[in-house]
C-alpha cells in the first residue's frame, strides 16, 4: 500500500452534504475486475453531461482544481454502499485525502486501505477549509503532526494511532494479521468445542 | 463497555469474538460466516492470488452471482463485463472449494435473501458481505455488516477482520402498528428521525412490543436499512419467531446440535440495565405509511402528506439539499404526495423480495388491472421464493395484473443489469435507495412498501393503501 506522510496542494472545494458512493462512482463503473482506472469516471454524473461530454463548470473539470490532490466536501461524505470502488475511482484521480465533518463508516475504513488520509474537521473548521480552497490557498497536511495548513488556518486533526502507523508506514492489514495465525487457530479450538455447529468443516 | 456488568446483544456477540485487542480498542474480531458476490469480490480473490494466500475456511464461505445478472433470458448474459464478472466468480469459487449458488442453480439469488432462506444465517454469528446491506442478516441477532473488497480479501485470508468497537443505539418502538403500517414504514420514518448520519458509528438494536409479533421477513426489512440510517448494524434479539424460521433449513444446525445452540441464542438478549449510547422511543401510532420525495432515505413524509418547502430545512445547507432533491426529483413545494404521477413500479430487492412481501402485493392486485400508463416489474428475492411464489399461485396474480415476473437478482434496485430507469422516469420503488441516479441517470425513485408499490400501480399516482382496501 502506498504511504503517506505529509501532502501540498490545492484543495477542490465539494459543498454538498451526503455525498452517496453512487455519486462518487456510479453503478456502470463496478462491473470492472480491476482496482486502477476509475479515475476518468470519478464523480461521472456531475463531471459529464449525457453525450458523455466534460461539464465545464464542474470543480474537477476546472483549472488548477483538475490537478487536486485534496477535497474538501460537505458532512456525511461516503454514505451508501460499501464499493471500494469509491476510494479506488478518488485515488486513482489522484486525491489522496478527503476533509469532512463525518464520514459514512466503511467509506472511512475504505481510504485506509488504499493509502487515502480522510480526516474529520468541525463544522466551523469547514466553513473556513472551503473557503480557503475556493481561493485556490494552497493547503498542508502533515500526518506525523496530525495538522491541517491553509493559509492563516492551521487546525490540528484526530487520528487512531494504529491507523496512523500504517499509514505512515504502508502497511498491509493482511500481513500483520497472518502474524496472529496461532491466536486464531486457538480462538477457533476453543470455539468449536462450545459451539460445535458453527464447525461442522472442521 | 465492561466486561462484569449486563451487556447489550452487541456486547456479547462482540466479546464472543474477540481474537485480540491493542491498548487503543482496535480489535481482531473472528467471522463466523462470509457472503460473497460477483461485484466485490475479484480484486480480493486477485489479492490472493498475487501474494500467494488461501482461504482460511472455504466452508464458512458461500458465494452467489446477484448484482449482475440479468433478470431475464439470462441463459447467455449479452454484456459482456457483466459475464466476466459472473464467470470470474465461479472461477474463483471453483479453485477455492467455496459453495457457489450458480445462476442455474434454485437456490441462487440476492446474497441477503439466500443467506436466511440456506438456514446459513444464525444468531449470535459475526457475518460480513462486500454490499453495505448485510445489516439485513441482523434480524436474527447476529452481527453482520458490510466491507469493502480489501476486507473481502482479509477475511478470506485470515476469517477475520480489524475493527474498533461499535457505539450502542437502542431504538425502541412501542405499540401495535396502525392498520396500513408495514415495517418498511417503520424502518424509513426512523431514517426520516435520525437522519442518514444519525447512526453512524453505531449498531442500533431495535426493540419494543411492535416488533415482538412481527415475521422474521419484516424484521429483515427493518435490520436491511439500518445502513440508511448510517449505522454499522441492526439487531433484533432473538426469539421463538427466530428459532421457528431456522429450523430444519439446509444450513441449521443439525439435530445433535439444535438444543446446545437454542441454548446459547437464548442467552443473547441484552441484560436488562445494560448501557446504550443513545435511545430513542417511538409510538407506534406516530407513524404513517411512508414515501420518499426527495434524493436521499432521509427525505421521508407521510403518504398523506405534501412535497416539503426549502425553508423547511434547518440549516442553509439543508435548505439548499432539499432544493438540489427537488430540482433533480422534478418536484414542486407544497404538491400532494398523492398526486404525484409515476411511470415504473419496481417491486424486489434484499428490502422487500422475499416471500411474504410478495404475498402482500398479490393481496393488493389481485383481480385488478395496473394503470394503462404504468409499466411494472416484479423481482423475486431468490430460485427459491419465485418458486414459492408460482406454488401459491401469486404470480398468476401479478401476471394477470399486467406486471412483468422476472428471475431473482438484484435488478433495478441498483440497475446494474439491464433494468433500469430512463432519464425523468419516476419509480415507485420497494428498494432502500433514492439517491441520484441510482436506479439509472436521472431516473426519480420514491421509496415505499410493497403495498404502497401495488395500490400506486393500480391507481397510477403514489397511493394511500388506507384509500385502497
Known amino acids: ?202 | 463497555m465492561s466486561n462484569n456488568g449486563p451487556k447489550t446483544l452487541f456486547d456479547k456477540i462482540w466479546s464472543d469474538h474477540l481474537v485480540g485487542q491493542r491498548d487503543d480498542g482496535t480489535s481482531l474480531l473472528y467471522i463466523d460466516r462470509h457472503l460473497v458476490h460477483e461485484v466485490t469480490s475479484p480484486q480480493a480473490f486477485e489479492g490472493l492470488k498475487l501474494s500467494n494466500r488461501k482461504v482460511r475456511r472455504p466452508e464458512a464461505t458461500f458465494a452467489t452471482a446477484d448484482h449482475n445478472v440479468p433478470t431475464i433470458n439470462r441463459e447467455n448474459i449479452s454484456d459482456e463485463q457483466s459475464r466476466i464478472q459472473v464467470e470470474t466468480l465461479a472461477k474463483n469459487t471453483k479453485e477455492h472449494n467455496i459453495e457457489y449458488f450458480e445462476l442455474s442453480d434454485r437456490r441462487q439469488g440476492i446474497v441477503h435473501i439466500i443467506g436466511p432462506e440456506q438456514g446459513i444465517t444464525q444468531p449470535g454469528m459475526t457475518m460480513v458481505c462486500g454490499d453495505s446491506h448485510t445489516s439485513t442478516h441482523g434480524a436474527f441477532g447476529a452481527l453482520a455488516f458490510g466491507i469493502g473488497t480489501s476486507e473481502v480479501e482479509h477475511v478470506l485470508a485470515t476469517q477475520t477482520i480489524v475493527q474498533k468497537p461499535a457505539k450502542n443505539m437502542r431504538i425502541a418502538v412501542n405499540g401495535k402498528l396502525p392498520f396500513g403500517v408495514t415495517s418498511k414504514d417503520l424502518i424509513l420514518y426512523i431514517i426520516g428521525q435520525i437522519g442518514t448520519a444519525g447512526g453512524n458509528g453505531h449498531v442500533i438494536e431495535y426493540a419494543g412490543t411492535s416488533l415482538k409479533p412481527l415475521s422474521m421477513e419484516s424484521r429483515m426489512t427493518i435490520c436491511n436499512m439500518s445502513i440508511e440510517a448510517g449505522a454499522r448494524a441492526g439487531l433484533i434479539a432473538p426469539d421463538q419467531i427466530t428459532f421457528d424460521y431456522i429450523k430444519g433449513r439446509p444450513y441449521a444446525p443439525s439435530k445433535d446440535h439444535w438444543e446446545k445452540a437454542i441454548e446459547y441464542w437464548s442467552s443473547l438478549p441484552s441484560d436488562q440495565d445494560a448501557f446504550y449510547d443513545n435511545e430513542l422511543i417511538i409510538n407506534s401510532d406516530e407513524i404513517d405509511p411512508m414515501v420518499t420525495w426527495g434524493t436521499s432515505p432521509e427525505d421521508v413524509v407521510a403518504v398523506s402528506g405534501f412535497v416539503p418547502d426549502p425553508s423547511s430545512g434547518k440549516t442553509e445547507n439543508k435548505q439548499k439539499s432539499i432544493q438540489r432533491s427537488l430540482d433533480y426529483m422534478g418536484l414542486k413545494s407544497g404538491t400532494k404526495i398523492t398526486d404525484i404521477k409515476l411511470d415504473k413500479i419496481f417491486i424486489g430487492s434484499c428490502t422487500n423480495g422475499r416471500i411474504e412481501d410478495l404475498r402482500n402485493v398479490a393481496s393488493v392486485v389481485k383481480d385488478k388491472k395496473i394503470s394503462s400508463h404504468i409499466s411494472g416489474m416484479i423481482v423475486p428475492g431468490s430460485g427459491l421464493v419465485k418458486k414459492q411464489a408460482e406454488e401459491e399461485g401469486l404470480s398468476k396474480i401479478f401476471i394477470d395484473a399486467g406486471f412483468e415476473w422476472r428471475d431473482a437478482g438484484c435488478s433495478m434496485c441498483l440497475g446494474m443489469n439491464p433494468d433500469q430507469l430512463k432519464p425523468g422516469e419516476r419509480c415507485a420503488s420497494t428498494s432502500n435507495r433514492n439517491f441520484e441516479g441510482r436506479q439509472g441517470r436521472g431516473g426519480r425513485t420514491h421509496l415505499m412498501s410493497p403495498e404502497l408499490a401495488a395500490a400506486s400501480a393500480i391507481k397510477g399516482n403514489i397511493s394511500d393503501i388506507r384509500d385502497f382496501i
Open chain 1, 1 to 202: 500500500m502506498d504511504k503517506f506522510n505529509t501532502l501540498k496542494g490545492i484543495a477542490a472545494p465539494l459543498p454538498i452534504v451526503n455525498i452517496d458512493t453512487d455519486m462518487i462512482i456510479p453503478k456502470q463503473f463496478l462491473k470492472t475486475i480491476k482496482r486502477t482506472g476509475l479515475g476518468v469516471s470519478l464523480f461521472y454524473e456531475m463531471r459529464y453531461d449525457n453525450d458523455g461530454k466534460l461539464i465545464k463548470d464542474f470543480v474537477l473539470n476546472t483549472s488548477p482544481y483538475d490537478q487536486s490532490k485534496i477535497l474538501v466536501a460537505g458532512d456525511n461524505f461516503g454514505c451508501g454502499s460499501s464499493r471500494e470502488h469509491a476510494p479506488w475511482s478518488l485515488k486513482d484521480f489522484g486525491i489522496k485525502c478527503v476533509l469532512s465533518t463525518s464520514f459514512a463508516d466503511i467509506f472511512y475504513n475504505n481510504c485506509f486501505q488504499n493509502g487515502i488520509l480522510p480526516i474529520v474537521v468541525t463544522p466551523e473548521q469547514l466553513d473556513q477549509l472551503m473557503t480557503a480552497a475556493s481561493n485556490q490557498t494552497e493547503f498542508h497536511i502533515d500526518l506525523p503532526q496530525q495538522t491541517i495548513k491553509a493559509g492563516n488556518h492551521s487546525f490540528n486533526f484526530e487520528i487512531e494511532e494504529f491507523r496512523k502507523e500504517r499509514l505512515l508506514q504502508g502497511l498491509d492489514d493482511i500481513g500483520i494479521t497472518l502474524g496472529y495465525q496461532d491466536k486464531i487457530s486457538n480462538y477457533e479450538d476453543e470455539k468449536q468445542n462450545q459451539k460445535p455447529w458453527l464447525f461442522k468443516d472442521k
